[in-house]
């Protein structure tokens, strides 16, 4: 089983939709979370620290889930410019672990 | 601007030619990583570095060795390159391991 795991997609989406996505992480005693954005094979970027009480930036909220050992990632009213590969990102007595990512394409 | 630079941004080899990829950070970081990125294996570690002179194994280090003689540069050398090394390799760095990761552009490296 990898260390986290996230469902590839790709998810296809309209402009304006909602889209979530989810991580889920084997080792409950990971410190720290986050959500990294990849566009098409350039470097990741930070997108946004999940913390416990969950967080909002704009149209992305994360939440963190840790008796499920999960992560969230939603996005309201997706825009076009939301395309583009999100990498959850565990960290684990300092190591950081990556999902594979999830890739979403936004549709006109 | 505060960046990571990695050079050279691609290359094609042959193997067992001997290759050096350099990565440089102006932000005084101690923290700096080399990553291989392969489809449907995410970015996967393979060496890092938490100071000078101070440097540890990842998860694939094999094949791979780096080197810590300055703050800012963190070299990935491939002595002796194959083919199952062809990836997308990122350098990164960080004032902290659990704090946000500064990326470079990559180095997409083809052996042959």
């Known amino acids: 089983r990898k260390e986290v795991e996230q469902d590839p997609g790709p998810f296809n989406v309209p402009e304006g939709a909602t889209v979530a996505f989810n991580c889920t992480y084997s080792n409950s005693a990971s410190q720290s979370f986050f959500w990294y954005r990849q566009d098409c094979r350039k470097e990741p970027k930070l997108l946004m620290s999940v913390y416990s009480s969950g967080n909002e930036d704009g149209r992305f909220t994360a939440q963190l889930n840790r008796a499920s050992q999960y992560i969230s990632l939603l996005i309201r009213d997706s825009k076009l410019s939301d395309s583009a590969t999100y990498l959850c990102?565990?960290?684990?007595?300092?190591?950081?672990?990556f999902g594979q990512g999830t890739t979403l394409q936004v549709k006109p | 601007e505060a960046q990571v630079t990695q050079n050279p941004r691609y290359l094609i080899t042959v193997t067992g030619k001997k290759l050096t990829v350099t990565c440089s950070q102006n932000m005084n970081h101690e923290y700096m990583s080399w990553y291989r990125q392969d489809p449907g294996l995410g970015l996967r570690q393979i060496y890092y570095s938490m100071n000078v002179e101070v440097t540890d194994k990842g998860d694939v280090p094999e094949g791979y060795k780096v080197s810590r003689k300055e703050k800012r540069n963190f070299p990935l050398i491939l002595e002796s390159p194959s083919p199952n090394q062809t990836s997308l390799y990122f350098c990164?760095?960080?004032?902290?391991?659990?704090?946000?990761?500064?990326f470079g552009p990559g180095t997409r490296l083809t052996v042959t």
């Open positions: 990102v565990v960290t684990v007595t300092g190591k950081l672990i």
């Open positions: 990164a760095s960080t004032i902290d391991r659990t704090y946000e990761q500064y």
